[in-house]
């Protein structure tokens, strides 16, 4: 079963860091471009950053450039994303999404969410 | 604002047919087949139902159908179900600077 578990979230104040985790399972980890993708309460969707299958290329979304850095070790199937000074408005459920193998930047695989939040 | 413009609700009964937009510019929905579409229910994560403008991953009811008109792109869900109930995104793959991609701010599908 192809499964995608994200953790690391919670509670943070402002000025903050958290690092956030995605582990995967049931799938080829390393074949993947992954990304991160939020949600703010009650809003739509923001794509934050992705990196190639072997960590050589990342992408961010220029607001989030300098304070997030996306990771992955391929030896744990594992995804990261550290977040740093973060703010109120990076409250959110983040999600970690597989690319499609057919073509790039459609999310065919998505986590079930950890929910930051940033307190002021 | 949200970069690709979708309308925030739309409403029909069971059995109809309904066309959800997305509007965008030359640097991302008009400039090439990198279009998607998600469904998410309430609380959960979305779900991929249409890549590459018109194309349905397996496991995806053909309900589902997608097309693309110069900066702008369609969902249509024809045969509507009451589980189709749900929030709608487009998404697209940008050219411009800012992000690779946009999403749209979606759309609320009611059933009634």
């Known amino acids: 079963e192809v499964q995608l578990i994200e953790s690391g979230g919670g509670l943070v104040q402002s000025g903050g860091s958290l690092r956030l985790s995605c582990e995967a399972s049931?799938?080829?980890?390393?074949?993947?471009?992954l990304s991160w993708v939020r949600q703010a309460p009650g809003k739509g969707l923001e794509w934050v950053a992705n990196i190639r299958q072997d960590g050589g290329d990342k992408y961010y979304v220029d607001s989030l450039r300098g304070r997030f850095t996306i990771s992955r070790d391929n030896s744990k199937n594992s995804l990261y994303l550290q977040m740093n000074s973060l703010r109120a408005e990076d409250t959110a459920v983040y999600y970690c999404?597989?690319?499609?193998?057919?073509?790039?930047?459609?999310?065919?695989?998505w986590g079930q969410g950890t929910m930051v939040t940033v307190s002021s | 604002q949200s970069a690709l413009t979708q309308p925030a609700s739309v409403s029909a009964s069971p059995g109809q047919s309904i066309t959800i937009s997305c509007s965008g510019s030359s640097s991302d929905v008009g400039g090439h087949k990198y279009v998607s579409w998600y469904q998410q229910h309430p609380g959960r994560a979305p779900k991929l139902i249409i890549y590459?403008?018109?194309n349905r991953p397996s496991g995806v009811s053909n309900r589902f159908s997608g097309s693309k008109s110069g900066n702008t792109a369609s969902l249509t869900i024809s045969g509507l179900q009451p589980e189709d109930e749900a929030d709608y995104y487009c998404g697209s793959y940008s050219s411009s600077t800012t992000s690779r991609v946009l999403f749209g701010g979606g759309t609320k599908l009611t059933v009634l």
């Open positions: 999404a597989t690319e499609s193998a057919r073509t790039p930047l459609a999310f065919d695989m």
């Open positions: 049931g799938f080829t980890f390393s074949d993947y471009w």
């Open positions: 590459d403008v018109s």
